[in-house]
Nanobody, 115 residues
Framework: QVQLVESGGGLVQTGGSLRLSCAAS????????MGWFRQGPGKQRELVAG???????YYADAVKDRFTISRDSAKNTVYLQMNSLKPEDTAVYYC?????????WGQGTQVTVSS
């Protein structure tokens, strides 16, 4: 079983930055893909960014060149550095981990960008 704890959300003005963290705990050996999703008001949950075990990162077009995903495999932690934030980035951000054929979700952290 994998537990995910997210942190780093909050309120920021347009153009500001935030860094999200997601730490996985439990009996874990070599997590596969780690990623971030978000769900804005009245919207479906969507992929923001992901990073493979080998460190290959991929991003949604809406966040390319503004967000950076990284991971510390020794700590089983994934990060999302968000720069140049826009009001449309306002959402609950969820961490997701693929581990041994199962998918695990964090509880979500609110990011609000004011105009």
């Amino acid at each position: 079983q994998v537990q995910l704890v997210e942190s780093g959300g909050g309120l920021v003005q347009t153009g500001g930055s935030l860094r999200l963290s997601c730490a996985a705990s439990g009996t874990i050996f070599s997590i596969n893909t780690m990623g971030w999703f978000r769900q804005g008001p009245g919207k479906q949950r969507e992929l923001v960014a992901g990073i493979t075990e080998d460190g290959n990162a991929y991003y949604a077009d809406a966040v390319k060149d503004r967000f950076t995903i990284s991971r510390d495999s020794a700590k089983n932690t994934v990060y999302l550095q968000m720069n140049s934030l826009k009001p449309e980035d306002t959402a609950v951000y969820y961490c997701r981990v693929n581990y041994r054929g199962n998918v695990y979700w964090g509880q979500g952290t609110q990011v609000t960008v004011s105009s």
